[in-house]
């Protein structure tokens, strides 16, 4: 039986001791004190300390099939706005807490049904529960090498670093505006751009009124840098 701070919801298909393993590395992933580093892609900023990513623990070949991690370059951290930490961290207390249990008791409850091999609940709920522990160890990984990076320490700055807000015109005179962010994090339908791509690598460490020359498929593109904006710092409690 599986034990959560929902109570007891049933049994479960992997073993109870790998089980706990996963659950107390997802927890490590939140415990790390808050620090400052220095760094010349993010400048000053407030963030967590690099470690190491936990070795994945498979149930049997078909978790071999894991989540394929977005590249970080040799060397490099996983930069991570505090509102990106929050929404991974959130999504990874709801599978914890909520739909894993859930989809454990609907197991549960199709394997005393009888014949397993032939039961489409059953079959299903073990996919499942497949599906969600390989998003669990994909969120913890990336988590544990998660670098917060606050943007709002450099308001009122004109140079571009990690999560800056960008407006710059092509040769046509063409206007764009992006906001750098993390791999995990970048949605191109909200106009983000992680920080490893083509555009955020010649962008960063530029000023406004800058002449860029960006690197395209065949060609070489000249771009000015417009304007650049930062999130306002959150206000002091009193």
């Not at 073990?126 to 670098?147: G, Q, S, V």
């Amino acid at each position: 039986y599986l034990a959560t701070n929902q109570g007891v919801v049933g049994s479960i298909p992997a073993s109870r001791t790998k089980w706990i393993a996963l659950k107390q590395q997802c927890f490590r992933a939140f415990s790390y004190p808050d620090i400052v580093h220095h760094d010349p892609v993010a400048g000053r900023i407030d963030g967590l300390p690099m470690n190491k990513a936990f070795t994945k623990e498979s149930d049997n070949a078909d978790d071999d099939d894991d989540l394929q991690l977005p590249p970080i370059p040799a060397g490099g951290k996983n930069y991570m706005t505090p509102q990106g930490y929050a929404a991974l961290r959130s999504e990874l207390l709801d599978l914890i807490d909520v739909e894993r249990p859930k989809i454990v008791e609907v197991v549960h409850w199709a394997a005393s049904n009888g014949d397993r091999s032939e039961n489409g609940d059953y079959l299903y709920g073990k996919k499942r529960l497949r599906e969600i522990d390989r998003r669990i160890r994909f969120l913890t990984k990336r988590m544990e090498i998660a670098e917060i990076a606050n943007p709002s320490v450099h308001f009122g700055n004109d140079q571009i670093f990690f999560g800056a807000t960008v407006t710059y015109a092509d040769e046509a005179g063409l206007e764009r505006t992006v906001t750098i962010t993390g791999i995990d994090e970048a949605n191109s339908a909200q106009g983000e751009v992680s920080w490893i791509s083509p555009i955020a690598r010649t962008l960063l460490k530029a000023r406004t009124g800058d002449t860029l020359k960006l690197v395209m498929p065949g060609r070489v593109e000249e771009i000015e840098v417009l304007a650049v904006s930062y999130p306002p710092p959150a206000p002091l409690a009193e």
